[in-house]
């Protein structure tokens, strides 16, 4: 008898807090930034002087290799939101030189203001990712690369938020210039 009530005991223990390491910028640039260079990558294409080449993943290792970071990108999206993660560990951002990039105590103070906002660009970065596993799980090359545009977006989104919302963008289509006359 005094077995199974040691046994119940051991299923009610309440499990761990999270411990962050990795500072944001770090989950960033070690996590975040490859697998999604992977991602869009992995389909495209390239005008050489023997015409337009595409690519995009034919055997199933290279499948596999992008399902990788699919997935990776997707849980990714999830480290972003663990509480008690810092923005940078030096407290200043890798590109802190350029005008309007935002302070890492700035991005702090405006995740904190809203984390209801910062949860929703990180879903939308993960739901873009996942759109990206279940194209490569259909081998969808165009749907592969219509999710990368996606996850574009969402990081896009987030950065004009929380990293550079100071920055002016160029006006697109940028307006054509003529050639300078010699």
């Not at 989950?27 to 990558?41: F, K, L």
């Not at 389909?43 to 997935?71: C, D, F, I």
């Not at 030189?97 to 995740?111: C, S």
Request: proline share 7%; glycine share 4%.
């Amino acid at each position: 008898m005094a077995i199974p009530a040691l046994l119940g005991a051991c299923n009610r223990q309440t499990p761990t807090a999270l411990h962050p390491d990795a500072s944001v910028q770090e989950v960033m640039a070690h996590i975040v930034d490859p697998a999604a260079d992977a991602i869009w990558g992995a389909v495209r294409s390239e005008t050489t002087a023997q015409g337009l080449k595409e690519y995009q993943p034919n055997t199933e290792a290279e499948w596999l290799e992008v399902r990788h970071h699919t997935v990776t990108l997707a849980e990714a999206a999830n480290l972003l939101l663990v509480e008690g993660r810092a923005v940078s560990h030096s407290n200043q951002l890798e590109d802190a030189h350029v005008p309007g990039i935002l302070t890492a105590e700035q991005v702090r103070i405006k995740i904190a203001a809203d984390p209801v906002r910062f949860a929703a660009a990180a879903r939308a970065l993960q739901v873009a990712a996942q759109e990206a596993t279940a194209a490569v799980d259909a081998k969808a090359g165009q749907r592969l690369m219509a999710a990368g545009e996606k996850i574009d977006a969402a990081c896009e989104h987030c950065h004009r938020i929380y990293w550079y919302p100071n920055t002016e963008q160029p006006k697109w289509p940028a307006p054509i210039k003529a050639a300078a006359k010699p």
